[in-house]
């Protein structure tokens, strides 16, 4: 049988006998115990005796009154009266402890226990009967000698009755003997029925042969003993507490000190065992650090720091010995800009990554290749006699870094503008061969020859650009920038329909500066998107004003040419709208010029920025068109209102109207697209009569009109005058006016 089931059996068992026991007893219980003194006993052992037990410190007994009222009952009222008194103490305090938490009752628990008190009870009357009838005990008030004879008889024998029962749940719940488990938790518990055997047998002795005085005083006793004992148990249990406190602390300090001295052991043999290791990575890490100190981390090439280096021994070396040559390559890539940002970041790291491999392959293993930073590179070619020979060198490598080759599916090909400095004993310092270098590189970009080699009028002509750029950023504040207005005029009638904004720098020493000097400037330098932000202010500012000269001058239009700088970014948005704003001119009296070749640079960006201009209200019109080559694919998504005929195209029209055929195409997309056309550079009229055959729209040129400063475009708009030629014989003079040269943005 399985233990459980035979500890449950076992439960049911002893209930079952003590609740005949119980019932039995009561049964029995004789008249005088109706009486108010055994019910006071009984309210005792249910109110009172579960609440004074007194914990012996440093041990698992606890004195417990209980038996005292039981043996004293036993004494008074007979042996039923004890039957009914144990079973009833124990039903109390099983309740009380339940009730405070100390124990945690199993099932049938209460009611086994409450039946062990009375079988136990029952037990011991059974065996005090026996000796009564064997051995003539008796129970004699006047002798003391029956009274304790009794008692001990009663206390030990309900001491084997209830210890035997606890050995026999414990053996079976631990796995342990009878014997064992009686030893070992059963034991010390009969302190209980000696206590209570002394105790009962002085109130019986009191109680028979004392008076009420007596009674008073061995109460008031007893309680202050009681107390007192009950006192110095808390302070011993509060002294024990506080002593083993202090001895787990103290030996959770000592576990703690020895588990850290093993841990420090441990780590110091690791230590020991690592720092081998670490010193071998140490000495790497020094070589690691070198090469990464000196070599560039995405292509392997030396750095700028490494090639400069080797540039200052180089230096020295020419200097020493003049026959130990060199010539320095500063090399940019065309267009990588437009590589990385249409097709991303990691396929423009790989275009780098091939280029420096390419370089490598195409110059001599005594040469160097080193990467300065972005899209820059440098060479450094060694034993070359002459210029020319380091000239073919840096061809090759242009044309071996063109070659074109695929990337995650797409077709790439890439320039590179190259710029020589040959070794010259003026040389200091690797920064001054660099800075020559990069001079030459620029020139090579800007006239588009791919190379070019260091001379010191390039120099020159840089420091002149350079000064030019400085004295730019200044122009606004000086108030050395002006605007010109070059009339649009109607082709149909000659009425003035707006005008063409144009910048205009008069220098404080030099004079005027013509456009097409200053505006590559501004767009290299990026001073072109703070200029064009003021160019609108300013224009918008000023067509506002003229819109209320007249009832004709209301839908007058201003047109401003936009940088592709500017408009490759969103601040294109804001700067428009912060003018008009500032200015409370309608949207629809602003118009944006647009170079074709700048629309086609980043179609899919243009095309975004452009509708979002569209949205605002101001109107659009695509300039210098036929110059660029458009893509027809991307052409009709762009948004233009207008199409500006390049001056190129109208020049070539001759005194009878010969090659008007392009025109013509031009002018028919442009109607095909529904757009309207503005030819730019009319000079004869022969130009204007071919336009306007052709049904062009709006023309401007010299022919028509100069570009006016503010004060001549404004008496224009009050005289309001039609611009178109009175007759044939009034010819354009080339000579009387320098041609107003045509710009990419202004």
């Known amino acids: ?8 059996y076992l439960k049911l068992s002893i209930t079952i006998v003590g609740i005949f026991c119980l019932a039995l007893s009561v049964v029995m219980l004789p008249e005088q115990a109706l009486k108010w003194g055994f019910a006071l006993l009984v309210v005792l052992v249910i109110a009172v005796i579960p609440r004074m037990s007194l914990a012996i410190p440093r041990s698992n007994v606890a004195v417990s009154f209980s038996d005292a009222v039981i043996f004293l009952s036993f004494l008074l009222y007979g042996p039923a009266s004890a039957i009914v008194l144990a079973g009833a103490e124990t039903l109390a305090n099983c309740y009380y402890n339940k009730w405070t938490g100390k124990i945690t009752f199993g099932k049938y628990m209460i009611a086994t226990n409450v039946s062990i008190g009375a079988i136990s009870t029952a037990f011991t009357v059974a065996v005090w009967f026996g000796l009564t009838s064997s051995i003539g005990i008796k129970i004699d008030p006047a002798s003391v000698k029956s009274v304790i004879s009794t008692l001990g008889v009663f206390a030990f024998t309900q001491f084997f009755a209830v210890t035997l029962f606890a050995a026999i749940f414990h053996s079976l719940e631990r796995g342990l003997s009878l014997w064992e488990a009686w030893k070992k938790d059963c034991f010390s518990s009969s302190m209980t029925q000696v206590v209570g055997a002394g105790i009962a047998g002085t109130i019986y002795e009191i109680i028979n042969f004392g008076d009420l005085i007596t009674m008073a005083v061995a109460f008031a006793v007893f309680l202050v003993v009681y107390f007192t004992y009950r006192q110095s148990i808390a302070e011993i249990n509060l002294a024990i507490t506080k002593v083993e406190q202090a001895e787990r602390e103290q030996a959770e300090t000592e576990r703690t000190r020895r588990l850290e001295a093993e841990r420090h052991a441990s780590q110091l043999g690791e230590s020991l065992e690592q720092q081998e290791q670490v010193n071998a990575a140490l000495r790497k890490s020094r070589r690691d650090f070198k090469h990464a100190a000196l070599h560039d981390s995405l292509t392997g090439l030396a750095n700028r720091k490494h090639l ?37 970041h990691t396929i423009g790291v790989k275009v780098l990554m091939i280029a420096a491999k390419r370089f490598v392959r195409m110059v001599a293993p005594t040469d160097t290749v080193a990467r300065l930073g972005g899209d820059e590179f440098a060479i450094i070619l060694r034993n070359l006699s002459t210029v020319g020979k380091a000239q073919k060198v840096a061809r090759r490598v242009a044309q071996s870094i063109a070659q074109p080759f695929s990337l995650s599916g797409n077709r790439i090909s890439v320039g590179v503008n190259i710029g020589i400095a040959p070794c010259d004993a003026e040389y200091a310092t690797p920064e001054e061969v660099l800075r020559d270098a990069d001079i030459a590189m620029h020139f090579a970009k800007e006239r588009e020859t791919g190379v070019a080699v260091f001379t010191k009028e390039l120099r020159d002509r840089f420091l002149e650009r350079a000064g030019m750029e400085l004295d730019l950023r200044h122009a606004i504040e000086r108030d050395e920038l002006a605007m010109h207005y070059q009339p649009i005029v109607a082709l149909s009638d000659g009425h003035l329909i707006g005008f063409e904004a144009l910048l205009r720098w008069h220098h404080g020493e030099k004079g005027m500066i013509p456009p097409n000097k200053f505006i590559p400037i501004a767009e290299e330098s990026g001073l072109i998107q703070p200029m064009t932000a003021w160019i609108l202010q300013v224009t918008c500012e000023q067509m506002a004003k003229w819109r209320q000269v007249s009832r004709t001058s209301g839908d007058l239009i201003v047109s401003v040419n936009i940088s592709g700088k500017h408009l490759s970014t969103d601040d294109l ?8 704003d500032v200015a409370k001119l309608p949207a629809s009296s602003l118009k944006l010029e647009v170079t074709e070749s700048t629309a086609m640079e980043n179609a899919e960006h243009t095309i975004n920025i452009l509708n979002r201009l569209k949205q605002i209200g101001v109107k659009l019109s695509i300039d210098d068109f036929g110059t660029g080559y458009s893509s027809l694919s991307y052409l009709h998504r762009l948004p233009f209102d ?4 390049d001056r190129s195209f109208v020049s070539r029209v001759g005194e009878k109207g010969e090659n008007s055929e392009v025109l013509q195409t031009i002018i028919s997309l442009a109607k095909n697209l529904k757009m309207r056309v503005i030819a730019e550079g009319i000079e004869t009229e022969s130009q204007l009569n071919v336009l306007k055959n052709l049904g062009c729209d709006f023309g401007q040129g010299y022919l028509l009109a100069k570009p006016q400063t503010r004060e001549n475009a404004e008496h224009m708009i009050y005289e309001n005058p039609n611009f178109l030629p009175a007759d044939l014989s009034h010819q354009y003079d080339p000579q009387r006016e320098e041609v107003e040269t045509a710009l990419p943005v202004f």
């Open 1 to 8: 049988m399985h233990p459980e089931t035979f500890r449950n």
């Open 308 to 344: 400069s280096d080797l540039l200052r021994v180089l230096i020295e070396q020419y200097r020493d010995e003049p026959t130990q040559n060199f010539h320095v390559l500063f090399i940019d890539l065309q267009r990588f800009k437009n590589i990385n940002d249409s097709l991303g």
């Open 573 to 580: 948005i804001d700067d428009v709208e912060l003018a008009l």
């Open 642 to 645: 207008t199409l500006k005929i």
